[in-house]
C-alpha cells in the first residue's frame, strides 16, 4: 500500500520493481483507489521505485534491499514535495572559505531536481531544492584567482527534508611553488602546467588541471585534490628557459621550491635558404643533453629570436 504523511491512500502511484541496484524494470503496477499494489516476481531481493502523479505534490522514492520471500505487505509513505533552503560556507581541508567556488547539489532521489550557485568571496552559499537526497559537488574553476581548476564529489549522500545550514568541507588543499633565482631573488612571470589528474577514493572522487604564473613575490599557488600523485612538469621563465621539475603528492597544504639553474643567452636571426628573415617563426630549441631543458620563443618581425 501506498500512503502519504497523513495516512491518506495515494491512487495512481506507478509501482516498478527492479534489480537490486539495477535499472532495468522487472515488474511494474498501478495503485488502484486504494493505494494498493499487487505484483508476482521470482525469488530474491529488489529495489521498488514509487513515482506519484506530477500532480501530486509528492515526491518519489525507490526503496532499497526490499525481499520478495516475505509475507509481511509493504507499506510505503510518500513525503510532500517540500522546498528547503539550504546554505553554508564551502570550506578547503583546512578549513579555508574557497570564495567564488560553484557549490553544486546532484540529486540521488528518483524525479529529483539538481541545484547550484556560487559561493561568494567569504565561501557563503545558499540555494532552494527539492527535499530529496543529494550528493554534494564543489567547482573550484578559478576560485582563488587562477586559472587552476579542481572538481571534487563527495560521494556519502545527504538527506535534505528541511531548511538546513551545512557546511561543506572539500578535500581541497594549497600547493605553493615558489621560483627562485640561485642568489634567492624572487621570479615573477614564471608559468607552471598541471596535467589533467583524477583522484578516485572511497569517499570523493575528481580531478586537478590547469596553468598559472608566479606573481611579484616569485610564488605560485593553486588549488588541488588532495591524493593527487606526483607529477612531472616545467618551469617556464619568462625569457624562454624551461627548467623540468616533480611536483610532489598532495597529502593536504604543501610547498615546493624551484631554484633557478645557470643559464646562457641564446639570440640571433632566423632565415629560409635564401637568406630572408622568417618573420614571426618559432624558434625551438630541444636538449639532447641528460636532465637538459627545452625552450621555444616566437622571431619578431625582422626574424630575430632570444631565449
Given at each position: 500500500m501506498v500512503k502519504d504523511t497523513g495516512?491518506?491512500?495515494?491512487?495512481?502511484?506507478?509501482?516498478?520493481?527492479?534489480?537490486?541496484?539495477?535499472?532495468?524494470?522487472?515488474?511494474?503496477?498501478?495503485?488502484?483507489?486504494?493505494?494498493?499494489?499487487?505484483?508476482?516476481?521470482?525469488?530474491?531481493?529488489?529495489?521498488?521505485?514509487?513515482?506519484?502523479?506530477?500532480?501530486?505534490?509528492?515526491?518519489?522514492?525507490?526503496?532499497?534491499?526490499?525481499?520478495?520471500?516475505?509475507?509481511?505487505?509493504?507499506?510505503?509513505?510518500?513525503?510532500?514535495?517540500?522546498?528547503?533552503?539550504?546554505?553554508?560556507?564551502?570550506r578547503d581541508a583546512a578549513g579555508s572559505p574557497l570564495r567564488n567556488a560553484t557549490v553544486i547539489l546532484s540529486s540521488t532521489s528518483p524525479g529529483g531536481s539538481n541545484g547550484f550557485v556560487q559561493a561568494d568571496v567569504n565561501g557563503h552559499y545558499a540555494l532552494d531544492v527539492l527535499a530529496g537526497t543529494y550528493r554534494y559537488s564543489v567547482d573550484c574553476g578559478g576560485c582563488r584567482g587562477t586559472n587552476f581548476y579542481t572538481y571534487v564529489t563527495l560521494n556519502a549522500p545527504v538527506e535534505i527534508d528541511h531548511d538546513l545550514t551545512r557546511d561543506v568541507i572539500a578535500p581541497i588543499a594549497t600547493l605553493t611553488v615558489a621560483v627562485?633565482?640561485?642568489?634567492?631573488?624572487?621570479?615573477?612571470?614564471?608559468?607552471?602546467?598541471?596535467?589533467?589528474t583524477n583522484v578516485d577514493t572511497a569517499d570523493y572522487s575528481g580531478r586537478t588541471y590547469g596553468s598559472g604564473n608566479t606573481d611579484t613575490s616569485g610564488n605560485l599557488t593553486a588549488p588541488v585534490?588532495?591524493?593527487?600523485?606526483?607529477?612531472?612538469?616545467?618551469?617556464?621563465?619568462?625569457?624562454?628557459?624551461?627548467?623540468?621539475?616533480?611536483?610532489?603528492?598532495?597529502?593536504?597544504?604543501?610547498?615546493?621550491?624551484?631554484?633557478?639553474?645557470?643559464?646562457?643567452?641564446?639570440?640571433?636571426?632566423?632565415?629560409?635558404?635564401?637568406?630572408?628573415?622568417?618573420?614571426?617563426?618559432?624558434?625551438?630549441?630541444?636538449?639532447?643533453?641528460?636532465?637538459g631543458s627545452n625552450g621555444f620563443v616566437q622571431a619578431d618581425v625582422n626574424g630575430h629570436y632570444a631565449l
Amino acid at each position: 500500500m501506498v500512503k502519504d504523511t497523513g495516512d491518506v491512500e495515494q491512487p495512481d502511484v506507478l509501482v516498478e520493481v527492479l534489480p537490486a541496484g539495477g535499472s532495468a524494470v522487472v515488474a511494474s503496477d498501478t495503485t488502484d483507489d486504494f493505494g494498493q499494489f499487487d505484483l508476482s516476481v521470482p525469488s530474491g531481493t529488489y529495489d521498488i521505485r514509487f513515482t506519484p502523479p506530477a500532480d501530486s505534490g509528492l515526491r518519489s522514492y525507490l526503496a532499497t534491499g526490499v525481499s520478495a520471500d516475505s509475507t509481511t505487505p509493504l507499506t510505503v509513505v510518500l513525503k510532500s514535495m517540500a522546498v528547503a533552503h539550504v546554505q553554508g560556507t564551502v570550506r578547503d581541508a583546512a578549513g579555508s572559505p574557497l570564495r567564488n567556488a560553484t557549490v553544486i547539489l546532484s540529486s540521488t532521489s528518483p524525479g529529483g531536481s539538481n541545484g547550484f550557485v556560487q559561493a561568494d568571496v567569504n565561501g557563503h552559499y545558499a540555494l532552494d531544492v527539492l527535499a530529496g537526497t543529494y550528493r554534494y559537488s564543489v567547482d573550484c574553476g578559478g576560485c582563488r584567482g587562477t586559472n587552476f581548476y579542481t572538481y571534487v564529489t563527495l560521494n556519502a549522500p545527504v538527506e535534505i527534508d528541511h531548511d538546513l545550514t551545512r557546511d561543506v568541507i572539500a578535500p581541497i588543499a594549497t600547493l605553493t611553488v615558489a621560483v627562485r633565482n640561485a642568489d634567492g631573488t624572487p621570479v615573477s612571470g614564471a608559468s607552471m602546467n598541471y596535467n589533467f589528474t583524477n583522484v578516485d577514493t572511497a569517499d570523493y572522487s575528481g580531478r586537478t588541471y590547469g596553468s598559472g604564473n608566479t606573481d611579484t613575490s616569485g610564488n605560485l599557488t593553486a588549488p588541488v585534490l588532495i591524493g593527487l600523485p606526483q607529477q612531472s612538469t616545467s618551469i617556464r621563465l619568462p625569457g624562454g628557459l624551461n627548467i623540468p621539475i616533480t611536483l610532489p603528492a598532495i597529502n593536504g597544504d604543501t610547498s615546493t621550491t624551484v631554484t633557478v639553474p645557470a643559464s646562457v643567452r641564446v639570440q640571433g636571426t632566423v632565415r629560409d635558404a635564401a637568406g630572408s628573415p622568417l618573420r614571426n617563426a618559432t624558434v625551438i630549441l630541444s636538449s639532447t643533453s641528460p636532465g637538459g631543458s627545452n625552450g621555444f620563443v616566437q622571431a619578431d618581425v625582422n626574424g630575430h629570436y632570444a631565449l
